[in-house]
């Protein structure tokens, strides 16, 4: 199955979560059964996302963190 998740899930499923939002990232991932689906566009808005200072104060991601988790979502 196909699947696309908005940049919302997406950034609650980040690398340091724990939660229904990250179980179901890992889920889709780790499923040869399922392909997550993403697009440039996408990519762009969840990058521009991990910038706004109340979703780096809520997740308390690095810069580092971001890039890793943004290249893990990518691959």
Same mark, same amino acid.
């Given at each position: 199955m196909r699947i696309v998740l908005d940049t919302n899930i997406l950034v609650r499923a980040n690398a340091k979560a724990k939660g229904p939002a990250r179980e179901l +990232? /890992? /889920? &889709?991932?780790?499923?040869? $059964?399922?392909? /997550?689906?993403?697009s440039p566009f996408l990519l762009k808005e969840l990058e521009r996302v991990f910038e706004y200072d109340r979703v780096r104060a809520a997740t308390k /991601?690095?810069?580092? $963190?971001?890039? $890793?988790? +943004?290249?893990? &979502?990518?691959?």
């Open positions: +990232l /890992l /889920l &889709i991932v780790n499923s040869p $059964e399922h392909v /997550l689906l993403l /991601l690095t810069d580092e $963190e971001v890039a $890793e988790y +943004l290249g893990y &979502i990518r691959a």
